[in-house]
């Protein structure tokens, strides 16, 4: 037995009150003496830590939900610093990026990101200011491959940079090919003497390259957006034919057709053209 009076710490035990209610302790020693040295007794103090335990507990449920969710997320999720640093990391990261978690933890950002951690300073200081940012940057997996990427990056209040990204590779090469078809139609609209336009049926909507110009007179700004414009330049005579050719087509899903009729040109005179149309249907009108 000590041979002070120095409280005694003991075990963290559970009471129960008589009002059925039950309390968490610390229970504390100390022993008493008598001035001989001789053990006379003890003091025994129960400190409450109910509600430090409570909150221990809300703490602990709380970062068990964060980490569910940071692992079990479909975005792949970083937080680094600013010097490189990886922090932390989910699964979906890695997957993404083709290492395993062990590998991983010994990245830096270099070893991961196509260039320099800032390129923009504008994005920069977006960032520095707590401002939520989307950046599109290129990644580079373990294999080599790179990979375009949309990351949602924003400032934590400890200073660190937590990233939400994902692959758009997919969709930056559609992007691309889309651009690359746009360009060149625009250049053979621009090349040709022929009159092209496109009809958005849908929304009714025409637009022409510079041979309506050309062709039959007419300068841009006198142009106007909807079919009815197209319909009442033509002949009276042929709308008829040129009408059943149309509706026919679409009836039957066909792909193209062809057409002959008067148009009429600025001057008020007609001219006979030939019309060839190519009709493009979305997924359900050919269902």
């Known amino acids: 037995v000590a041979k002070n009076s120095d409280p005694i710490p003991g075990s963290e035990i559970i009471i129960h009150q008589p009002n059925g209610t039950k309390k968490q302790v610390i229970a504390f020693h100390a022993p008493l003496f008598k001035?001989?040295?001789?053990?006379?007794?003890?003091?025994?103090?129960?400190?409450?830590?109910?509600?430090?335990?409570?909150?221990?507990?809300?703490?602990?449920a709380s970062e068990e939900k964060y980490r569910s969710l940071f692992e079990q997320a479909g975005e792949a999720i970083l937080i680094y610093s600013f010097d490189g640093t990886?922090?932390?990391?989910?699964?979906?990261?890695?997957?993404?990026?083709?290492?395993?978690?062990?590998?991983?933890?010994?990245?830096?950002?270099?070893?991961?990101?196509v260039g320099d951690i800032v390129i923009n300073p504008s994005n920069y200081a977006l960032i520095m200011a707590g401002e939520s940012v989307t950046l599109y940057r290129q990644l580079k997996r373990k294999d080599g491959v790179l990979l375009d990427a949309e990351l949602k990056v924003r400032k934590q209040a400890d200073g660190r940079i937590l990233a939400f990204g994902h692959d758009i590779t997919d969709r930056k090469k559609a992007e691309?090919?889309?651009?690359?078809?746009?360009?060149?139609?625009?250049?053979?609209?621009?090349?040709?003497?022929?009159?092209?336009?496109?009809?958005?049926?849908?929304?009714?909507?025409?637009?022409?390259?510079?041979g309506v110009k050309t062709m039959f007179g007419y300068e841009m700004k006198e142009l106007k957006k909807g079919v009815d414009w197209w319909k009442s330049n033509i002949h009276p005579e042929d709308w008829?034919?040129?009408?059943?050719?149309?509706?026919?087509?679409?009836?039957?899903?066909?792909?193209?057709?062809?057409?002959?009729?008067?148009?009429?040109?600025?001057?008020?005179?007609?001219?006979?053209?030939?019309?060839?149309?190519?009709i493009k249907y979305g997924p359900d009108q050919l269902a």
């Open 86 to 113: 990886i922090s932390e990391f989910n699964n979906t990261a890695c997957q993404l990026l083709g290492y395993n978690r062990h590998e991983f933890n010994n990245l830096k950002l270099a070893d991961i990101l």
């Open 240 to 278: 008829r034919v040129v009408s059943g050719l149309l509706n026919d087509a679409v009836a039957q899903k066909k792909q193209s057709v062809q057409m002959e009729y008067r148009f009429r040109c600025a001057d008020g005179s007609f001219k006979y053209i030939d019309h060839r149309s190519l």
């Open 35 to 60: 001035e001989c040295g001789k053990l006379s007794g003890a003091v025994n103090l129960l400190v409450d830590i109910t509600s430090h335990k409570e909150k221990e507990q809300r703490i602990r």
């Open 176 to 210: 691309d090919r889309m651009k690359k078809a746009i360009d060149r139609y625009d250049f053979l609209a621009c090349a040709t003497s022929d009159t092209i336009w496109d009809w958005d049926m849908i929304n009714d909507k025409i637009s022409f390259n510079e």
